[in-house]
């Protein structure tokens, strides 16, 4: 089946700085979007993306969908406290069904 | 904010048992979903519903599995005769139909099979 890659696997910052996730995949798809998890919740929509080289911005977020449709970034500006949990990327595969990446684990040092 | 609503929180069964999971989707929601989470991993498509009917099913998604959407605001998931690798937390999801990849997650269940 497809894979998403994600990078990092984990990070571990500051309170203020900016945070870089991407998500990759060796096939195209049309729609990409990013959940963030926190412990013992359900993902939750952060960002949906539908067309190539879009870049959108949801309050400090901001996701691109890249140019060749095999990947997208998140990035997070001035993290909080609040903004730890972990990051998945997910695309729309056949129909309405979601796959999902492993992954970022995001950790903010008050 | 409308969301969706699932029971119970926490599950625990003994292999060899039916579990039924319940979910309330988002009430003008046509598209209802289950996925899985096996501790530490990634989010796994098991089962997608729309108009009474399953529209896609993964792998995963084998005859101990089950879906229903027994009245107006239900949506439930049966698992006939639970494993220990059932073990998981199950979360429902919805969507509209437009567009139906913006899904929206419940707070899931944890089925703890022993």
């Known amino acids: 089946g497809q894979q998403l890659n994600q990078s990092p696997q984990s990070m571990f910052i500051q309170e203020g700085e900016d945070v870089s996730m991407n998500c990759t995949s060796s096939?195209?798809?049309?729609?990409w979007l990013w959940y963030k998890q926190d412990p013992g919740e359900g993902p939750v929509l952060l960002i949906a993306l539908y067309k190539a080289g879009e870049l959108t911005s949801n309050g400090r977020l901001t996701a691109q969908f890249g140019i060749t449709r095999k990947d997208s970034f998140l990035n997070i500006s001035a993290s909080i406290p609040s903004d730890v949990g972990i990051y998945f990327c997910a695309v729309n595969n056949a129909g309405n069904m979601l796959t999902f990446g492993g992954g970022t684990r995001l950790m903010v040092k008050p | 904010e409308p969301e969706v609503t699932q029971t119970p929180s926490h599950q625990v069964t003994q292999m060899g048992q039916e579990v039924i999971l319940r979910c309330v989707p988002i009430?003008?929601?046509?598209?209802f979903y289950w996925y899985r989470q096996i501790l530490g991993q990634k989010v796994e498509f098991l089962v997608s519903?729309?108009?009474?009917?399953?529209?896609?099913k993964s792998e995963i998604f084998d005859d101990q599995f089950s879906v229903e959407r027994p009245d107006g605001s239900n949506f439930t998931l049966k698992i006939r005769s639970t494993k220990l690798e059932d073990s998981a937390m199950y979360f429902c999801?919805?969507?509209?139909?437009?567009?139906?990849?913006?899904?929206?997650f419940g707070p899931g269940t944890r089925l703890t099979v022993t």
């Open positions: 009430s003008n929601h046509l598209y």
């Open positions: 999801a919805s969507s509209s139909p437009m567009p139906s990849y913006e899904q929206y």
């Open positions: 519903f729309y108009n009474n009917e399953i529209s896609e």
């Open positions: 096939s195209i798809f049309n729609t």
